[in-house]
């Protein structure tokens, strides 16, 4: 403990207390930007720690105090706008978004800043205590315990598909099977890469993140020229985030730990922490009925494990000299480059230092979040701007955040295809979270089956205490899934037959329509709140009042229907090809495709089944009129798409920053109408923030046919 | 947008077709995309970029940027030197870039490692890059240390050679880092049980002290952090090192860094009883001594004018002053001579005209062994 203070007082310096503060306001405008988390905002400052030689004290609390406020910042776009700011903060989206919705963004971007905050503290207590007891605990913990946890991650599907079980199963499959794209982790094969060496390495989880919900959300929004708020009425203030955040300090508690743990173990992360502790949340509710639908306490389990999971990250790296992430691999080089060997004999040799990490770490976190919260209000009035005049600057950022992975023009395609099938599965009421589940732990679920396989026997690993453990936790929510799906079909079987499931939705333009409210068969019946109406306003918007919306239009369940089939094929189709293909891979590399395609299989004829029953039960019920608002929508979404897509088409010809201006100043004039000065200035800010991105952020445009990515840096 | 309600006058749009198009030349004025034909001028460039084809954070990359933090008051002129991350694709996209699309004017120089140079020797699908066609600058070698955990039950290097020894090794990819590895194992014909799939050497360092695996390799300086405090405990025993080349004489004499370890080629001719040979031996040659004897290295484009090379030649002289450098590198690597790129040029040259029964030999051990191939 004598370390533990004497490392908080060199925060008495005003000098040191500065670099935390720089680190914390750094971190914090690089979680603003979409796509980019701690990675980038620790590679940012590095640099300078090298070239300015700061001292230690200085040193790490300026890259602690960015990688402790990166969470903070990067929900804000993920509540207000649905874009997660990274992948971990999708499990955010889920309830925060809904929030924002609904008018209350005040309210959850204060009670996330304060997860945050919280998250932050608690991991940096937890490391403190873990320091010491760390050691054994994590060697406990094997490859038969990391696959369980792996099993148990994906069983999360249930609880984050809004009710929607077997359709979330089919998207879970699917984006398992997208995450074995690339070279299998047992054996040298690669599968899924139709011969392309970018997908050799598989697909990129933050292009994956940003399309799925990021792009999805913006052209949804663009489609039906809506703001986020949707003309809802602001309401709600901080004080009720802090309000909500007393109240649940239980949860709040129970996020970190999760967060602590996910960070801690190899080869779970921080999306799998966030999710998982967003289902222990749900598990352990006994009102169960709101959460996807702006449910506060389904924001504070994922917040609170963000942050902490990066305390979490610093045990491994600290105690093995084992990064559990890339921030922690930067910071590792930093402390390297303070002849700080980490390792076994780090505590022993360098525990100020240690507790000076663990510290900023704290305080970082607190010092963010106190930034941060007066801006919760006036940042909440976003949701009531049209997102049109945002989105060229969205898209602009979106994509040059995946860019940054890995360099590759192949990564704004990829952005661009989830966003269209993120889109698509919106639509269609699919849960996009079990996808993004399914396709992160897709890779550590087959890594450690094949690792448990090979270095245990049966016996040996299933009877491990914890794998039993894991096992209890695995089969309860399983009972209780069915349990409930009985109930429901139970319910609902009796009225099966031609039904009038359009009679709660015709004059709704409100958020909570969800267009499938009513439907015969329970799996769309909770539909996420606001999936229709987002297209419902698009509606009321073409049709000038909602009464002649509901006379031209007086079954919208009956596209639902159809959206919801059209989607399931393509589901079948993409499963169904993943098996095909995967007949012809190496045994040890055919496996894990092979059982999740026979999985998806199976639920995905089930689904279709179900779907068909129910387009056959909507056209009975249907009179026969013109579904002309359904293809004005169509036909936007995909005006919308082809906004999206001139990004990439054009960057190919003009380099990026030449296609960013242009394409702004197209979209702002075509679009949004902008007057012809908002539209310099939009496009010249465009323009600063891409030049400052590259020149003083080490960022990289993509280079066209004619121009360079970035022309300034011509030589 | 077809549902929006037409606003704006006609004369209205006019002006901001003005003020579009305004902006547009003001943005393409100036920035037309410079052709291929750089001016061959032998002048030191004011901004060197160090392409690291992988992610920010690893090995490669924490030493460029040590190394570009020491070398920029050491070159002509101070220029800036910053490092760039192409990620993705194993490297392959990274090399391939650089390769084929960065001039030869020092502009930009390439940060090579082992992990570039294992797909290029073993003639991967999708290598498009030849070192051979490069120019070695400054480069720093490091070396490999053989160890077994108490759990496998062997106190000494002859136990390795127990009929009942248990040898279970953990590995990423058998076509990737851990070669040299799997061919000292062929060459001294043990019978290790191989695993691969791990994420990195630091889970097969966890997965180690689990117990779930027994024998391990490990560069130096990991192997100092992380393995070496076992030892002191005996938790960890230290077999043997991969040796490293002697400049004056060719031959494969004991690590410097572990003086008491004898090397591969030693424990073999003990135990054997003659000297190694024929293609397993190469092969361990080639993947176990000389790719460590240059693993980080800065390498220009051939064709890279003498008076921009020639400063990254004189630098080394004054890197070996840099205290400050020379321990942070020495953590990151293990106490290996920085050497200047002309003294290993002749031995990258020989490295990379791999000889086709030293590939074939390693194709077939992968084939037939790991059940692997190399694509």
């Known amino acids: ?715 | 947008m077809k549902l929006h309600k037409r606003g704006g006058t006609r004369a209205h749009s006019g002006v901001r077709l003005v003020a579009v198009a305004a902006t547009l030349t003001l943005v393409a004025s100036g920035c037309v995309k410079h052709g291929g034909s750089t001016a061959q001028s032998a002048k030191f460039p004011k901004s060197v970029t160090l392409v690291v084809p992988f992610a920010a954070g690893g090995g490669t990359d924490i030493w460029a940027r040590l190394i570009a933090t020491s070398l920029h008051p050491l070159l002509p002129g101070n220029p800036t030197v910053q490092v760039q991350n192409l990620p993705g694709g194993e490297g392959i996209p990274g090399n391939n870039r650089f390769a084929q699309q960065d001039p030869p004017d020092g502009t930009r120089i390439l940060v090579g490692t082992g992990s570039s140079y294992i797909p290029s020797l073993l003639g991967q699908k999708g290598v498009q890059y030849d070192f051979k066609k490069m120019t070695p600058l400054i480069s720093n070698g490091t070396g490999s240390v053989v160890y077994v955990t108490k759990a496998s039950g062997i106190k000494t290097v002859d136990d390795l050679f127990a009929p009942n020894a248990n040898l279970r090794y953990g590995g990423i990819s058998a076509t990737g880092s851990d070669l040299g590895a799997l061919i000292s194992f062929d060459l001294l014909k043990l019978p290790v049980k191989a695993t691969f799939g791990f994420e990195g050497r630091g889970p097969v360092a966890l997965a180690l002290q689990r117990g779930e695996l027994t024998i391990d390799h490990q560069t130096t300086a990991v192997y100092n952090q992380s393995v070496k405090p076992l030892t002191d405990k005996g938790d960890a025993i230290p077999l043997m090192t991969y040796g490293v080349l002697d400049p004056a004489s060719g031959k494969i004499v004991r690590d410097p860094n572990f003086p008491d370890l004898p090397t591969v080629p030693e424990v073999y001719e003990k135990h054997f009883g003659s000297a190694p040979n024929g293609p397993a031996y190469d092969a361990y040659l080639t993947f176990g001594v000389a790719l460590y004897a240059f693993e980080k290295t800065l390498w220009a484009k051939a064709g890279t004018p003498q008076s921009i090379t020639q400063p990254y030649l004189d630098a080394v002289a004054g890197l070996a002053k840099d205290a400050k450098f020379q321990q942070s590198r020495t953590e990151a690597l293990g106490s290996y001579p920085l050497v200047k790129g002309s003294e290993i040029a002749k031995l990258t040259q020989q490295v990379f005209n791999i000889s086709p029964s030293v590939r074939s030999y390693v194709t077939d051990l992968l084939k037939d062994k790991y059940n692997t191939s190399v694509q």
């Not at chain 1, 609880?159 to 077997?166: H, I, K, T, Y």
């Not at chain 1, 598989?202 to 993140?209: E, F, N, P, Q, R």
Request: proline share 6%; hydrophobic share 55%.
């Open chain 1, 1 to 715: 403990m004598g370390a533990a203070l004497s490392a908080l007082s060199t925060f008495a310096h005003l000098s040191t207390l500065l670099f935390l503060l720089l680190g914390v306001a750094c971190g914090l405008l690089i979680g603003l930007l979409p796509g980019l988390g701690g990675t980038a905002a620790v590679a940012l400052l590095l640099p300078f720690v090298f070239s300015l030689d700061l001292p230690v004290e200085h040193g790490l609390p300026l890259l602690v105090g960015a990688v402790a406020s990166v969470h903070h910042s990067d929900v804000i776009s993920g509540i207000l706008l649905g874009i997660p700011g990274s992948a971990a903060a999708a499990a955010t989206v889920l309830d925060g978004h809904e929030m924002a919705k609904q008018g209350k963004a005040a309210h959850a971007l204060s009670l996330a800043f304060l997860c945050s905050m919280a998250g932050g503290v608690l991991g940096a207590i937890g490391l403190t205590f873990t320091i010491p007891i760390a050691r054994p605990l994590v060697l406990t913990f094997g490859s038969p315990e990391i696959f369980m946890l792996s099993v148990l991650g994906v069983s999360l599907t249930a609880l984050v598909s809004n009710g929607a079980v077997l359709k979330g199963i089919v998207a879970a499959a699917l984006g398992m099977l997208f995450g074995m794209v690339g070279s299998a982790p047992a054996v040298a094969t690669y599968r899924f890469t139709f011969g392309s060496i970018f997908l050799n390495p598989g697909l990129g989880l933050g292009s994956v993140a940003l399309g799925i919900f990021g792009i999805a959300e913006v052209s949804y929004l663009v489609a039906s020229r809506r703001s986020v708020g949707g003309g809802v009425a602001l309401q709600g203030r901080w004080l009720d985030g802090a309000r909500d955040f007393v109240r649940h300090w239980k949860l709040v508690l129970r996020g970190a730990l999760v967060g602590i743990w996910a960070g801690i173990l190899p080869g779970v992360g921080a999306t799998a922490g966030a999710f998982m502790a967003y289902g222990q949340t749900v598990a352990t509710a006994k009102d169960k009925s709101k959460f996807g639908k702006g449910d506060p306490r389904g924001l504070i389990g994922p917040e609170s494990a963000g942050n902490a999971c990066e305390s979490g990250d610093l045990v491994p790296t600290l105690l093995f000299g084992v990064p559990g992430a890339a921030p922690a691999a930067l910071l590792m080089g930093a402390l390297l480059y303070y002849s700080i060997e980490p390792g076994p004999r780090l505590i022993t040799d360098h525990l100020d230092s240690t507790y000076s990490i663990v510290w900023s770490m704290a305080l970082g976190s607190v010092i963010a979040s106190l930034l941060c919260f007066p801006l919760a209000g006036p940042l909440a009035k976003l949701t009531s701007i049209p997102l049109h005049r945002l989105a060229p600057a969205l898209i602009v950022i979106m994509m040059v955040g995946a860019f940054q992975a890995t360099n590759s023009y192949g990564e704004m395609l990829v952005v661009f295809f989830f966003g269209v099938f993120g889109a698509l599965m919106r639509r269609a009421d699919f849960p996009r979270a079990p996808l993004l589940i399914g396709f992160v732990l897709s890779k550590p679920l087959e890594r450690y089956y094949f690792l448990t396989e090979n270095l245990y026997t049966p016996r040996q690993w299933m009877l491990r205490p914890y794998v039993l453990v894991m096992f209890a936790i695995l089969l309860a929510p399983i009972v209780i899934a069915l349990v409930r799906i009985v109930r429901r079909r139970r319910k609902s079987d009796a009225p099966a037959g031609p039904r009038q499931p359009a009679t709660s939705d015709a004059g709704a333009g409100s958020a909570h329509a969800g267009g499938s409210g009513g439907s015969p068969v329970g799996t769309g019946g909770a539909a996420p709140a606001g999936t229709g109406g987002a297209r419902e306003a698009a509606v009321a918007l073409a049709e000038a009042a909602p009464e002649s919306a509901v006379s031209t239009e007086p079954h919208p369940a009956r596209a639902d229907r159809y959206w919801s089939l059209g989607v399931t094929i393509l589901a079948a189709a993409i499963i169904v090809m993943a098996f095909v293909m995967s007949l012809g891979y190496d045994a040890d590399a055919r496996l894990a495709p092979r059982l999740v395609s026979v999985v998806g299989i199976g639920a995905v004829a089930i689904l279709l089944t179900i779907e068909i029953r129910k387009v056959r039960a909507a056209r009975r019920s249907a009179t026969a009129v013109s579904a002309g608002s359904e293809r004005r929508w169509i036909r936007s979404i995909i005006v919308a798409f082809a906004w999206v897509a001139v990004v990439p088409v054009l960057t190919l010809l003009l380099g990026f920053a030449i296609t960013a201006v242009v394409f702004a100043v197209a979209f702002l004039w075509r679009v949004s109408r902008m007057k012809a000065y908002t539209i310099a200035i939009y496009a010249v800010a465009t323009v600063g923030l891409l030049y400052l991105l590259t020149t003083y952020a080490n960022f990289v445009l993509p280079d066209g046919y004619f121009f360079l990515g970035s022309p300034w840096t011509g030589q």
